[in-house]
C-alpha cells in the first residue's frame, strides 16, 4: 500500500473532516503525495460551508514519523533543488492549515516525530493521547526543522527550551506539553481521535464566522504591533456585530436559547 491522506467524514459528525496520514509500514511517514492531497483537501474545506472544523490524525494509532529517511538518501543523490521543491510544498500545507478558516484539531497518538510534530503544531488545537511522544528529531541524522517547527516552538515556549528540543532531539511527552500550553486536551491511549472528534462537534455550534475571525486575529497577532492588533479586532467586532450571526447570537442569548448558525 502506498502513502495517502484519507479523507472522510465519519458517521455522526459529518461537519467534521477527518484526514489521516497513512503510510502503513513506515509509520505514516510524510510524502509528496500527500502534500498535494493535503493543498486540496484544505482547498475544498474553506469552499464548503457545511464543514465546521478539521481534524488532522495518522492511521494505525501513531500520529506520523516524519521525513522518510530512504527518500531523502534519493534526493542527496539529485539536484539540491529537488529537495528543496519537496520542503516548499511541505510549507505551503502548512501555510493552508494556518490559512483555512476552520478549526484545526490534531488528533495524536503513538509519536509526532520531525515534521510530523511540525503539522500537530500547525494545527490550531492539538489533543494527545497521555502515552503519546512529541520530538524534534533533525539534529540526530544531521538535519534542521522544516514544516515551521522551528517558527511554532520558539513561540509557544520559552527560548531556551524551545533551543533544548530542537538540539537535543530528545522525545517529551504529551502530558509535560500540556503543562507548557503545547497540549490543550489529553485523552486515553487509543482515544486521541474520539476526544478530537467530540471537540470537534463542541466547535460545530459555535458561529462560523467567529471561529474564522478569532483563527485570524490569533495569526495576526503573532506579528503585528499591539495598535495595528486593536485596529483588527475593532474591525473584526463591527463586522461581526452587523453579520446574521451577531444577530442570531444577541437575540439567543436574549431569548435563552441556543444559538443556530447556518
Not at 132 to 159: E, N, Q
Not at 166 to 192: C, D, F, T, Y
Request: glycine share 6%; with cysteine.
Amino acid at each position: 500500500m502506498s502513502a495517502e491522506l484519507r479523507s472522510t467524514r465519519p458517521q455522526g459528525h459529518e461537519s467534521t473532516l477527518v484526514l489521516t496520514l497513512s503510510n502503513p509500514g513506515a509509520r505514516n511517514a510524510l510524502h509528496p503525495d500527500m502534500y498535494a492531497a493535503a493543498i486540496e483537501a484544505f482547498d475544498a474545506a474553506e469552499r464548503d460551508a457545511s464543514l465546521r472544523a478539521i481534524v488532522l490524525t495518522g492511521a494505525d494509532h501513531f500520529f506520523c514519523a516524519g521525513g522518510n529517511l530512504n527518500r531523502l538518501l534519493e534526493n542527496r543523490a539529485k539536484d539540491p533543488s529537488v529537495q528543496a521543491a519537496s520542503i516548499d510544498a511541505l510549507a505551503n500545507w502548512v501555510t493552508a492549515m494556518r490559512q483555512c478558516s476552520k478549526p484545526i484539531i490534531a488528533a495524536v497518538e503513538g509519536a509526532a516525530a520531525g515534521a510530523g510534530f511540525s503539522l500537530a503544531l500547525a494545527a490550531d488545537l492539538v489533543v494527545a493521547a497521555e502515552d503519546a511522544k512529541f520530538v524534534m528529531s533533525y539534529s540526530r541524522v544531521g538535519l534542521t526543522p522544516d514544516g515551521g517547527g522551528s517558527w511554532f516552538l520558539a513561540r509557544a515556549l520559552p527560548r531556551a527550551l524551545a533551543t533544548e528540543l530542537m538540539l537535543e532531539a530528545k522525545p517529551i511527552g504529551a502530558a509535560r506539553l500540556a503543562e507548557l500550553g503545547v497540549v490543550n486536551r489529553l485523552a486515553k491511549p487509543h482515544g486521541a481521535l474520539d476526544a478530537a472528534l467530540a471537540w470537534a462537534d463542541d466547535l460545530a455550534k459555535v458561529s462560523p464566522n467567529s471561529a474564522m475571525r478569532i483563527k485570524g486575529l490569533v495569526n495576526a497577532a503573532e506579528t503585528q504591533p499591539l495598535a495595528d492588533q486593536l485596529a483588527a479586532e475593532r474591525e473584526s467586532f463591527v463586522a461581526s456585530l452587523h453579520h446574521r450571526d451577531g444577530l442570531e447570537g444577541i437575540t439567543a442569548f436574549l431569548e435563552k436559547r441556543a444559538p443556530v448558525y447556518k
